[in-house]
């Protein structure tokens, strides 16, 4: 069983930048980061995966959002910059301890923290 803690959520302009961080109670296989707008899914974000660390990131993301985290993933960091209204919602970091086939699938992900809110103020 691993238990994940976020931190880092907050209020922000639009333009301005968040650090999100997760912590897991143990080693990983990989981490991602969901988030859940009021009335609609939780959507993939990103996600960190594998010893070799790869990224993934939704499209909506690119060039805005940086996933990192350290070999064991036992810590991962969404840093978020250019934020937009839109990137507003709870945010979940997820872990799984083994591979997975599918990183966007938030059902291949058995551990998920207690979510931590990013608003961003027009």
């Known amino acids: 069983q691993v238990q994940l803690v976020e931190s880092g959520g907050g209020l922000v302009q639009a333009g301005g930048s968040l650090r999100l961080s997760c912590a897991a109670s143990g080693r990983t296989f990989g981490m991602g980061w969901f988030r859940q707008a009021p009335g609609k899914e939780r959507d993939f974000v990103a996600a960190?995966?594998?010893?070799?660390?790869?990224?993934y990131y939704r499209d909506s993301v690119k060039g805005r959002f940086t996933i990192s985290g350290d070999n064991a993933k036992i810590t991962a960091y969404l840093q978020m910059n250019s934020l937009r209204p839109d990137d507003t919602a709870v945010y979940y970091c997820?872990?799984?301890?083994?591979?997975?086939?599918?990183?966007?699938?938030?059902?291949?992900?058995?551990?998920w923290g207690q979510g931590t809110q990013v608003t961003v103020s027009s």
């Open positions: 997820a872990a799984t301890t083994s591979p997975i086939r599918s990183y966007y699938s938030k059902a291949n992900y058995p551990y």
């Open positions: 960190i995966l594998g010893s070799g660390g790869n990224t």
